[in-house]
């Protein structure tokens, strides 16, 4: 997991060098408080998904059993599949038809 260089902290205190044609010291301020905002909000989304996780190993730790949703996720995934095979004898057979059918007036032309 790559780590971070900066902080909130270190953003707001960073200063730069001035010039003859530098940049405009407002707009990069301006900037930077974006920056800052983005990362506080990247912080807030981080803490609330390690919190997350910790609550779900925990959950996934004191249950032996698989959930419902997981059942429900499975019965899914199989009706999926039996749709899908489905589906895909009817394009075969519609592909038949069409070479039986259009193929003879292909071969008439």
């Known amino acids: 997991m790559a780590s971070i260089k900066y ?4 953003i707001f205190e960073q200063d730069f060098k001035s010039s ?14 974006d920056i ?16 997350e996780i910790a609550r779900l190993k925990a959950v996934s730790a004191n ?7 997981a059942v ?6 199989r009706t999926e599949r039996t749709s899908s095979a489905t589906n895909f004898d009817i394009l075969r057979r519609l592909n038949r038809l069409e070479k ?8 008439q032309d």
């Open 63 to 69: 249950s032996s059993r698989p959930s419902s949703s």
């Open 36 to 51: 800052m905002k983005d990362y506080d909000a990247y912080e807030a989304i981080i803490k609330e998904l390690k919190g």
């Open 20 to 33: 003859f044609r530098g940049y405009d010291q407002d707009e990069v301020n301006d900037f930077l408080d």
């Open 7 to 10: 902080t909130t902290k270190d």
């Open 72 to 77: 429900e996720a499975t019965d899914t995934l």
């Open 100 to 107: 039986e059918v259009f193929g003879k007036q292909i071969a």
